[in-house]
């Protein structure tokens, strides 16, 4: 690592790799379609182009996830951090009771 770079955070680097798989989908699926459209591409050609677009679609999937994932987890830290500060944890434990 060069001087002065510093590691990317967990946020920062999960951006960067959806940015790249999101760019690498554009690309190689513009490619697949434009391929399979061509007049002299077989079926065999084209089925082996939708089969090769469906791993893409799925490699962007499972990252796409990963992006969502990782936003849930730090709405739900953020959240319950919040609720805690507003309501404390006593406030909650007489709420529970009385609803007995």
Known sequence: MSEGRQPLDPT??????????????EERS???IER???????????????ARLLREAALLNRRLREIADHVWELQ???LTQMSDL?????????EESSAY
Do not use: I, M, Q, Y
């Open 36 to 50: 399979a459209r061509a007049a002299d591409t077989s079926t065999e050609e084209r089925l082996a182009a939708a």
């Open 76 to 78: 739900h830290a953020a």
């Open 86 to 94: 507003l309501v404390p944890a006593s406030s909650e434990e007489d």
């Open 30 to 32: 513009a490619k697949l």
């Open 12 to 25: 920062r680097r999960l951006l960067r790799t959806f940015g790249v798989a999101v760019s690498n989908f």
